[in-house]
């Protein structure tokens, strides 16, 4: 068995088979996971924001949608991952709280996630499963022995993506 | 004063934050102890300036199960604040409020949900009128959002709104318990960046 390697907020981390990758009560963030099934390198990102363009202070790149992405796939080829085959899986961007207001707040989980596929299809990185927006938190842990996705919510049963 | 830099402050701006915080948990802490008719105590208040890894960390870890009740600030300051329980305090102030025993530690019915939604304006309610008493400014405040759900999920919403000025996030936080530890729960008063800098410098610094 190996380590399980936690990712906190507006973080990121690599790892290698047999050690898996795991971020822990993801709400509005959206957490993806990028791995490369031949030589089973996975990387994940705990994004917090859409866009590093749109704000003055981008220096962590881990926080963005679209830098955390970069900087992940160069991470993920520092440990041997090849560009080509790299596959996403992503979760998260839920609405925790039912605002009535409009404001940016009430929508940036949903643009969380439109911001990373956009992303990922730019790149062209297949997306083989996601399981996002909604209104609940999800704790997820990426396994590098089979490529499974396992998603825990309050309440809820496991899933596995 | 112009802008405020959070990596900046000197112990003064600390010292004032703080301040702020008890004044405003301790009206809190009263309205909520009139509303159960017990007496609660109250911690002094922490004032913090956590990276976002951290953040989820605050409340006995991110998968805590807590309820979140978060209200949106407008007028001269703007930001949130958020009353934060754990479930087991929610229900035994729910269950005070509503005069019946604790009978599941589980799910809640729709009438101790939105007592839940009152609680949490009521003393949102106070903190903020002191806060504004304080500082002179006009604050108002939304109307109570409630969340039930893992504590790191729950504070994302309010990292999210720091993550777009800065790298870190300046929390005040309070604590408070009934005498015998029935109640404990968080009040986090999260203003702009631009509104700390306001409400510094009406305090005149």
Known sequence: ?161 | MSGLNLDNMDNMDFDVLREIGNIGAGNATTALSQLINTKIDMNVPKVELLEFKEISEIIGGAERLVVGILLTLQGQAEGMMMFILDQESAHHLVNALLGKEVDNFDDFSEMELSALNEIGNIIAGAYLSSLAALTNLTITSSVPYMAIDMAGAILSVPAIEFGKIGDRALLIQSQFGEADKFVNGYFILIPTIESYSLILSSLGL
């Open chain 1, 1 to 161: 068995m190996g380590q399980m390697i936690k990712v906190g907020m507006a973080d990121l981390n690599t790892c290698i088979i047999p050690d898996s990758l795991t971020t822990l009560g993801l709400g509005s963030c959206v957490g993806i996971v990028l791995y490369d099934p031949i030589t089973k390198v996975a990387g994940l990102a705990h994004i917090m924001l859409p866009d590093s363009t749109k704000i003055k202070n981008n220096n962590n790149k881990a926080k963005f949608a679209d830098t955390g992405i970069e900087t992940l796939i160069e991470e993920m080829k520092k440990k041997g991952a090849n560009r080509n085959s790299l596959v996403a899986k992503i979760a998260g961007g839920a609405q925790m709280f039912a605002f009535s207001s409009n404001s940016d707040m009430l929508r940036v989980g949903e643009r969380n996630v439109e911001a990373t596929k956009q992303k990922l299809n730019d790149l062209q990185i297949r997306i083989l499963a996601e399981d996002t927006g909604k209104n609940y938190g999800r704790t997820i842990e990426f396994y590098t022995e089979t490529g499974e996705l396992l998603i825990k919510s309050v309440g809820k049963e496991i899933k596995i993506l």
